[in-house]
Structures are given as C-alpha cells and as structure tokens.
C-alpha cells in the first residue's frame, strides 16, 4: 500500500468523522427549534400531544437535512482544515513530498460522493417525509386542509359541503386563460358516511370562479335509481385555478426520479413548470455546490504556513464565503425562473464560477 493510499484513507477517515458529528449536532439544534415552535402552535389550538410533536419533528428533519447539507460542509471542511493546520499534520505531509491536492482531493471526492447519494437516494426519502408530515398537520388540525391532489394521472379533490361529500376526478388538465378546461371527469357525491348518492361523467367540464361545470353529463341517481344526461351541469366548489397554481409552488414534496415526467405534464397541460424545472436543475447541480462550499472552506484555512493569519478572521471570512455563495445561488435561481438567465446557466453558475476561483487561490498557496 502507498504512502498516498495511507494517507487518503487517514484524511477521509478524519473528515468523516468530523462531517457526521456536525451534521448531527446542527440537525439537533434545528430540530429543537423545530419542536419548540411546533410547541407553540399545537399550544394555540390545543390539538397534537407531545408524540404527535416528536413525529412531526423527525417527518420535518429530513428536508431541514437536505437544506443545511451546505452549511454542514462548510463548516466541516473549516473545522477539519483548521484542525490539520493547527496540528500541524500538514507541515509532516508536505514535508515527504506531498502537496495540497493530495489531501484535499480526497475530501471533494467524499462530499461529492454525498451530494450524489442526497439527490438519487435521500431526496426520495425527503420527498416522502415531507407529504407526510402535511398530512399529518393537516389530520392534527395544525394546518389548513389541502383537499386536492395533482399527479401524472390527473387531478382528485374532495370537498365537505352541509351535508355531502363531493369527489372529483379529471385525467388531464389543461389551463385555458383563466379557467381549467378538465377531459374525462368524473363527479361522485356521498353521504358523511361515504354512501353513494349520485354520481356524474363528462367528457369535457370547465372549472372556473363560479366553480365545476360538466357539459352532457351523465348521471346515476341512486336515490331514484335513474340515469339521464344534461347538457350543463354546475357544481359549486372551492377549487380553483389559483389554489392549483399555489400548489405547484411546492416542488419540494416530489422525488427527484418523478421531475421530468412532472414537467413534462405540466407543459402539456398549459401551466408554468419553471419552478420545478429550475428546481430540478439545482439538485442536478447539488452535489458540485456541496464541492464549491468545502472549497471555499479550504482555501480560507490552508494559509502557506500553519501560523499565518488570524484564525477568528479565518473564520469569519469563511463563513461570509459560504454565505456569499449561498445567497448567489438564490438570486441566480429567481432570475433563472423569471426567464433572464437560462436555468441550466442559474443552476450550476454559482458552482462553476466559485471552484475555479478557489483553485486558483489554492495554487497560488501551493505555489507561491
């Protein structure tokens, strides 16, 4: 076995270590944070027990993970750098010959490796925890009801109104100005106990400010035991072309294998898929902005020698790097949806800008 083998089996062992611990301990203090405020608002409406806390908290922490992976990089590499430095491991290394790669190539390849594990395997588990902890919020009576569904085959909403239930099924949407133009509905109303009372099919319906119209319905009447058609049949809902568009605002309830089906359907239907599709982009781009942080981190604590440089100002200038980046990368992903950058550009810019920059600074270090 090399000496480099030895060595880059040490450095990873090192900041792995030193990344689980920091992701553990900033995963605690936010879920405490998270339970308090769940606290307060259960508080208020006197509804969740403790438990119901506690599960809301642990369904939360998954995409709270996925949020703070950067920051958890960050920090990390700045921990892990500064220990090496400070030890001065990095003196004995470069002393056999080794150079700066040598021991920071493992370590983007560890954090590059996770970003890609985040987005193929832990995003479809954080997709998941995610819809369930609204449904969970929404049965513990934390949150307002959401009564519709959208997926790939179409559009369900169920509504309680006096003394009835309403079910509506669509197979395919379509927006049309600023109404809903629905193919292949399907209308059932209940009873509160779920019993059958008439049911509605229509080719064609339009769903609009005054609410769901069916043209030639057919209609089962089980209380009469009848079937007719109507040329125009209306029925009063809340459902509407706004609440479906804010609903598309939450591309982080899907799985990263599900967006570019999802996309693609949206389009076809007539809707703005921006959003998801800049999304979609930006976890593409994940696992080299996970890269570009652990960057940043190394080039502001490996100075030349181990006692150059002030550490606290090491520090902070690490920390307004992370963020910098951070906030660039937001603002790059607005302007991205807005349609004045292309979201392939907006997406992996902040990447694809900060690396080469920070290896440049890292040779310079290297090389004087």
Known sequence: MTLNVI??????????LIFFATLFVLTAVIMLFDVIELLRTAAKKEVASFLDIGVLALLK??????????????????IF???????SELIVMRAVGLSVW????PVVLFVFIIGVLDILAFNPITALTARRYERLEEQLGMTSSNPFSWTEEGLWFREVKDDKVLVMRAARVR???????????????????????????????????GGLTLKDAFVIDTSSETTHTLP??????RLSL?????????????????????????????????????????????????????????????PPTSRQGKILIRVLMTVLGGFLLYFFSRITSVIGIAGGLPMFLAAW?????????????LLHFEDG
């Open 7 to 16: 060595i880059s089996k040490y450095i990873l062992k090192q900041f792995a």
């Open 61 to 78: 922490s998954p995409q709270m993970i996925h949020l703070i992976l950067p920051f958890v990089v960050l920090i990390a590499g700045l």
């Open 81 to 87: 750098f500064f220990r090496m430095s400070r030890s």
């Open 102 to 105: 040598n021991f920071v190539m």
């Open 175 to 209: 927006q049309e100005g600023k109404s809903v133009l629905l193919d292949n509905v399907s209308v059932i109303e209940l009873t509160p106990l779920d019993r059958l009372v008439r049911q509605s099919e229509a080719a064609v319906g339009y769903l609009n400010q």
């Open 232 to 237: 125009i049949e209306t029925f009063e809902t």
């Open 242 to 302: 706004e609440r479906i568009l804010e609903k598309f605002d939450e591309p982080q309830t899907m799985s990263f294998w599900r967006f570019p089906k999802f996309i693609r359907f949206l389009e076809e239907s007539g809707f703005s898929a921006a959003n998801h599709r800049m999304y979609w982009h930006e976890l593409i781009a994940f696992p080299l902005f996970l890269v570009a942080m652990l960057m940043i981190s190394a080039v502001f604590s490996l």
């Open 349 to 361: 810019g902040p990447a694809l800008v900060s690396i080469p920059l920070c290896v440049s600074a």
